[in-house]
């Protein structure tokens, strides 16, 4: 089993790390700035290498009550996907990514 997890950061910047098992709710929760997490709808592929591979998405469950800054990276990644929501919903906050080997992603 092989995945990765990356964090993308409200001023765009992303860290990446690799991972043999699905991480913990801890570590999304700590991803995503605390609290609860919310997985976004939509974001079910990431490109890597021009191919789309599976992933899945979370963001912080009450980032726009908390007044985070729009992440405006994850949005323009997240309305590639999911055009429909342009013009009607942005991300806030920090936003994780999980992505892996078939085994890794059905342990999601």
């Given at each position: 089993m092989k995945g990765f997890i990356t964090t993308i950061a409200v001023d765009g910047k992303t860290t990446s790390r690799e991972l043999d098992k699905v991480p913990p709710l801890e570590v999304l929760r700590e991803g995503v700035g605390g609290g609860h997490i919310e997985h976004i709808p939509y974001w079910d592929t990431i490109m890597l290498l021009d191919l789309p591979h599976p992933a899945c998405a979370f963001c912080h469950e009450e980032s726009k009550l908390n007044g985070m800054d729009v992440n405006w990276k994850a949005t323009?990644?997240?309305h590639a996907?999911?055009?429909h929501m342009a013009g009607q919903d942005v991300l806030c906050g920090p936003v994780v990514v999980l992505y892996g080997d078939p085994e890794f992603m059905a342990d999601i």
């Open positions: 323009v990644l997240w996907q999911a055009p």
